[in-house]
Nanobody, 121 residues
Framework: VQLQASGGGLVQAGGSLRLSCAAS??????MGWFRQAPGKEREFVAS????????NYQGSVKGRFTISRDNAKNTVDLQMNSLKPEDTAVYYC?????????????????WGQGTQVTVSS
């Protein structure tokens, strides 16, 4: 499975970005977004189950970010609104052979290359 993340960029605080992750083929996997800021460990942001029926969010993004998937197109998106400077990081999409909306990094089997999100104050 190959994952390609896109949609990052530079945005002012309060703005929005939409990240997209395209998978190389049809996948019945749980999908997640993680992020890594300079000097920090990679952390969970959001996840969605294979069916799309279950989602999980990190507390700091709940209410601002929305994860969704289109299984017909093999894509998973992360809509990010009300962005804050502390959201600045490289964002990675990941796929888990488990169909659940997992929140633990080590449970994911495949990773995309990352896309940079920078939020200016």
């Amino acid at each position: 499975v190959q994952l390609q993340a896109s949609g990052g960029g530079l945005v002012q605080a309060g703005g929005s970005l939409r990240l997209s992750c395209a998978a190389s083929g049809r996948i019945n996997y749980g999908m997640g977004w993680f992020r890594q800021a300079p000097g920090k460990e990679r952390e969970f942001v959001a996840s969605i189950s294979a069916s799309g029926g279950t989602t999980n969010y990190q507390g700091s993004v709940k209410g601002r970010f929305t994860i969704s998937r289109d299984n017909a197109k093999n894509t998973v998106d992360l809509q990010m609104n009300s962005l804050k400077p502390e959201d600045t990081a490289v964002y990675y999409c990941a796929a888990s052979k488990n169909s659940l909306a997992l929140t633990t990094l080590r449970r994911y089997d495949y990773w995309g290359q990352g896309t940079q999100v920078t939020v200016s104050s």
